[in-house]
């Protein structure tokens, strides 16, 4: 049996439920092929099923009806067989997909090792040179020689600026009793920080804003004072960002 021929009247079942308004049906020319052709006559025939109904039908669609039973071809054996004419097709639709350009350029991506996506030395070099020519500001006089100090530094020096860092600097003419004690603002005792005789000299003590406990204190404002027997006193005010 002719697989075309097979094949064409299957296409024409799938065919037939878009079809609507126009009436075809399939027949042979004279060279014994198979034809679509098409009828103008759209009138309805009455039938009788096995069970007695009235069921209506167009005159192509009893055409093709005797033509399929012609064929002695059972409907699965039809269905199996379009089945795999399907199957090829789409088959050879994914072949050629995979030969497209986009494809052969992701599979040869692919092939490549992750190796070649890592930069080379030259690479990172010249990209933080790059960073560095973006942030650069010109004209600025950077001093090859010398010392930095912070202008707050310098009016501490100068006493432009009142010092209330956490560092007690004071000095001794001679020996003689010396207690350093840590104030609230309310006058109460924090910390006593040194007590005890020393010699001559300039000394200089860092308080590291803890109570005699060992308490971490809060932020504020505290006074230092350095008793220099029963004669001198040295007072400094104590800041905790």
Known sequence: ???????????????????QENSYAISRNSNDLVILQHIDSTSL??????????????????????????????SRTLFNFNLSLTEDAWNNILNNT???????????LNAVPSVAFIPTGVEMMNYQANLDAASYIPFV??????????????????????????????SLDGSNEVEIVIYSIQ??????LYKAIQRPGKFKITWN????????????DYIAEVRIGN???????????
Do not use: C, H, W
Not at 231 to 241: A, G, L, M
């Open 45 to 74: 025939v009455d039938t009788k099923t096995s069970s007695g109904e009235n069921q209506k039908y167009y005159d192509y669609q009893d055409s093709l009806y005797k033509k399929f039973l012609s064929l002695n071809v059972t």
């Open 209 to 220: 804003f803890r109570d005699d406990n060992g308490r971490l204190m809060p932020s504020g």
């Open 187 to 192: 006058a109460k005792v924090i910390a006593t």
């Open 98 to 108: 995979s030969e497209l350009p986009y494809q052969s350029a992701l599979s040869s």
């Open 141 to 170: 006089n950077k001093p090859n020689y010398g010392v930095r100090v912070p202008l707050r530094d310098i009016g501490v020096f100068l006493g432009l600026v009142e010092d209330t860092s956490p560092e007690i600097v004071y």
């Open 1 to 19: 049996m002719n697989k075309k021929y097979i094949f064409f009247l299957s296409f024409i079942t799938i065919l037939l439920p878009f079809l």
């Open 231 to 241: 004669s001198k006193f040295i007072r400094k005010r104590i800041v905790i960002p």
